[in-house]
């Protein structure tokens, strides 16, 4: 049997590694865009911080698995699932047969529809690519013995690490929430007040119920406009994600936010199974976190390998703002 | 022994059980948290040391 991957974040490599050392005999190969390696996610929030981060962040080399028996084509955008004739495309022309399929693009930055005009003027912080423009881009300014002066729009989980470790290392931060309040969707109330105090004591600016329109460049500044209009060095929008279901809606799979799954991860094409941040359960769910997603890919590595019955159910979890110097009182909402 | 303790990753939820060590990263089974050297990190989300909590 040949199993094929698409995705080398914790849901593939997971499900990969997991599969293998349940079964010695499949093919296993794992196609990726990648080309660092296998990386930590969360570690992209405490990317500015930490100088030596562009490697520490590299959980596995891609080497490491192909020792483990796991082909692994890297640099390779998958463009098109065949379903008749079980197979997908690689960007270049290569098709590849698959006897199981296993979706596990992950999620994109999302990007709100009037931002999308201004594309080459803000920065994400979704992915090792870009974790490595944006330094590139700040140490331009330190190069000069400079400081930049940074907007960051969305102040949800994503936006309030950033904004605390770019602090943390030093520079000027402006955070624009629509909302009345910080994590309102994670946070009690009262958390979120804690949360705003340790971000205005590490010296972060944080702007509350904030309607921002459009955004400009002007001169060498790159301009947020709300009912004022102030001008920065850099700007970053991190408004929440994405999951990358454009494959799957391509091969007329069910799609809804995520690419939809039964509770044995399996999409609807009894041959195609999807995991991580892409996933829809049926309750409506994706469980975009690592504890539940290795979680996932681990029980459908024993499913498949005919070691697990019946239907994957999630694991207790919680997650935890890694802001510089917060800890919540209450229970995070996950 | 049966004092050895587990500690958890606040990040991603991994649990460090001092019993079985981390062979992977080169800890022992019976590996204390104390003895675990400053630099080991996370093996799943790569976090520091200090990220961990002993579990109740
Ligand atoms: C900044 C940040 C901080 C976070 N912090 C935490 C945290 O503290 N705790 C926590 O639990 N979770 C955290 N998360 C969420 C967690 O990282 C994600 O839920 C998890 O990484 C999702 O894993 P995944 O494997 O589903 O997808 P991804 O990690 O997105 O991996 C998808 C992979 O698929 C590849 N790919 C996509 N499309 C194609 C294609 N067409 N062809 C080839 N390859 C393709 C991508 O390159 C990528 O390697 C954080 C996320 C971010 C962005
Ligand atoms: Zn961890």
């Keep these: 049997m040949h199993i094929v991957i698409i995705g080398s974040g914790v849901a593939g490599v997971s499900f990969a590694e997991k599969y293998r050392a349940l079964s010695a005999d499949d093919d296993i190969t794992l196609v990726t865009r990648e080309h660092d390696g296998y990386y930590s996610r969360p570690l992209l929030s405490r990317g500015f911080s930490k100088a030596d981060i562009e490697q520490t962040i590299i959980l596995k080399p891609f080497n490491k698995l192909r020792e483990n028996n796991i082909k692994v084509l890297c640099d390779a955008e998958v463009t098109a699932i065949n379903r008749a004739d079980k197979s997908i495309v690689i960007l270049g022309g290569q098709a590849l047969q698959y006897d199981k399929l296993i979706l596990a693009q992950g999620s994109s930055a999302f990007i709100p529809p009037p931002f999308r005009l201004y594309e080459k003027l803000f920065f994400c912080l979704n992915s090792l690519s870009d974790l490595k423009a944006l ?200 | 022994m049966s004092d050895y303790k587990k500690y958890q990753c606040g990040v991603c939820g991994h649990i460090y059980d001092e019993a079985e060590g981390d062979p992977d990263s080169g800890l022992a089974p019976g590996t204390l948290w104390k003895d675990i050297p400053d630099d080991w990190r996370c093996p799943e989300c790569g976090v520091e040391k200090s990220e961990y909590a002993l579990m109740a």
């Design chain 1, 135 to 334: 330094r590139r881009f700040r140490q331009g300014f330190l190069d000069q013995n400079q400081r930049p002066d940074w907007a960051i729009v969305g102040g949800g989980l994503i936006g309030c690490e950033v904004a605390s470790d770019l602090a943390v290392a030093g520079d000027k931060v402006t955070v624009f929430h629509a909302m009345d309040r910080l994590m309102e969707r994670q946070l009690a109330p009262e958390d979120s007040i804690l949360l705003l105090k340790v971000l205005q004591n590490s010296g972060v600016n944080v702007l509350l119920n904030q309607a921002v329109q459009a955004f400009s460049r002007e001169k060498d500044k790159i301009c947020v406009k709300t009912e004022a209009t102030a001008g920065f060095d850099g700007l970053i929008v991190a408004c929440g994600f994405k999951p990358r279901n454009e494959l799957a809606e391509l091969a007329g799979l069910e799609t809804g936010r995520g690419i939809k799954v039964n509770q044995q991860m399996q999409t609807s094409d009894t041959s195609i199974y999807a995991l991580g941040d892409v996933a829809e359960l049926p309750n409506g769910k994706l469980y975009a976190f690592i504890l539940p997603i290795r979680n996932q890919a681990i029980w459908l590595a024993e499913f498949l390998a005919g070691q697990q019955q019946g239907f994957w159910t999630p694991p207790v979890f919680t997650t935890k703002a890694k802001v510089h110097g917060f800890e919540a009182v209450h229970p995070y909402n996950v």
